[in-house]
């Protein structure tokens, strides 16, 4: 089955504890994407990926740090989380970035920062 | 960036059309996307479009007026998971990879 995983699914963690979230997709999907969500505010990108060890920032980038050194995997790194990055995160992926292709979505990976 | 603004909430009843409406700046613009989000749940393409006028798929239309800068998504005879939040989503014509989405319509179908 064609699909973007997340893990963990739901994260509590304290201030200064570094986390990863990691991302998996087994579409072959050249363009991968960080966006956290938060109410009222709507999705923001982080991070994204045009291909293999090319990253660029999103919006709001601060904060974050991702890698891509296999196609399938984009992880998200909080080196030093803080409670204001307490959020929904979701990872998506599409075929290529220039594409009028539609994202496909992870789950989502709920954080909480105290 | 992009400003884009949706309608916080509407509300609607089963059977019914409702069109749900969104308002993005012109400049830079390069395709607009719509998505479907139930709650708790990652969320799921509805349609696209890129030039002007309406694009069709089964119960669910979208319009796009570039030069107005306006968009709407139109759902034909509600059905009750049709509650959810519906979001619009432009991508920047200065950077593909680059995408801005509304905060969201919440759209609750009663019976």
């Known amino acids: 089955e064609a699909q973007v995983t997340q893990n963990p699914r739901y994260l509590i963690t304290v201030t200064g504890k570094k986390l990863t979230v990691t991302c998996s997709q087994n579409?072959?999907?050249?363009?991968m994407s960080w966006y956290r969500q938060d109410p009222g505010l709507g999705l923001r990108q982080i991070y994204y990926?045009?291909?293999?060890?090319?990253?660029d920032k999103g919006d709001v980038p601060e904060g974050y740090k991702v890698s891509r050194k296999e196609k399938r995997n984009f992880p998200l790194i909080l080196e030093s989380p803080s409670p204001n990055q307490t959020s929904l995160y979701f990872c998506?992926?599409?075929?290529?970035?220039?594409?009028?292709?539609?994202?496909?979505f992870g789950p989502g990976t709920r954080l909480l920062v105290l | 960036g992009q400003n884009i603004d949706q309608p916080t909430e509407m509300t609607a009843t089963e059977g019914a059309i409702v069109q749900i409406n969104c308002t993005y700046q012109?400049?830079?613009?390069?395709?607009l996307f719509w998505y479907q989000q139930h709650a708790g749940e990652a969320p799921t393409f509805l349609s696209y479009?890129?030039?002007?006028g309406l694009e069709e798929k089964g119960r669910f239309s979208s319009f796009l007026s570039r030069s107005k800068g306006y968009s709407y998504l139109l759902l034909k005879e509600l059905q009750m998971k049709d509650s959810a939040s519906y979001l619009c989503?432009?991508?920047?014509?200065?950077?593909?990879?680059?995408?801005?989405f509304g905060s969201g319509t919440k759209l609750n179908v009663k019976p």
């Open positions: 579409m072959n999907h050249e363009y």
């Open positions: 998506a992926s599409r075929l290529t970035s220039g594409s009028a292709e539609t994202q496909y």
């Open positions: 990926s045009m291909n293999v060890e090319v990253t």
């Open positions: 989503a432009v991508r920047s014509m200065y950077n593909f990879n680059k995408f801005y």
């Open positions: 479009n890129v030039l002007d």
């Open positions: 012109t400049s830079g613009f390069n395709g």
